[in-house]
């Protein structure tokens, strides 16, 4: 299960990933926001970083304008190792080395070709392990 959540600027960014998630048959929760209204995105990155810390969702995906905002602010959740990812190799590597539960992306900044690349390649790689889990494990204060 897939924690979704966005703010307006992150929104049509969002829809697409529904139907990039549809299309993949991978479940999802979205925790906001519904509407192009104005609203602030800490509403919706804590709700669905705190449905991922909780493990009511396995991973999450988080969009506002550039998504760096709620980013940080999944990134304030215990537990949560979010990476702001703006092409494929990092979102491969994020998994690979840091173990991320969660993928935020810049909805002013990403395009949907390169949304789909770099959501393959975040929900498709595998943690290595080793090495990386004694840094991950350094990782909360
Ligand atoms: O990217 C964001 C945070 O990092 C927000 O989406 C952005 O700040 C919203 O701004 P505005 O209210 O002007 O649409």
Do not use: W
Request: aromatic share 6%; proline share 3%.
């Amino acid at each position: 299960m897939i924690a979704l959540g966005s703010d307006h600027g992150g929104l049509a960014l969002k829809r697409h990933i529904m139907d990039y998630l549809d299309q993949h048959q991978l479940a999802y929760k979205d925790y906001g926001c519904y509407t192009s209204d104005s609203c602030d995105y800490p509403d919706f990155g804590r709700a669905a970083a705190e449905a991922v810390a909780s493990g009511e969702c396995d991973r999450g995906i988080v969009v506002c304008t550039t998504g760096i905002g709620i980013s940080i602010t999944a990134n304030k959740v215990k537990g949560i190792r979010c990476a702001l990812c703006s092409e494929p190799l990092s979102a491969e590597m994020t998994r690979r080395h840091n173990d991320a539960n969660m993928l935020a992306l810049g909805g002013a900044l990403i395009g949907p070709n390169m949304a789909d690349s770099i959501l393959n390649a975040f929900l498709n790689t595998e943690f290595e392990g080793g090495r990386h889990q004694r840094r991950v494990d350094k990782i909360e204060p």
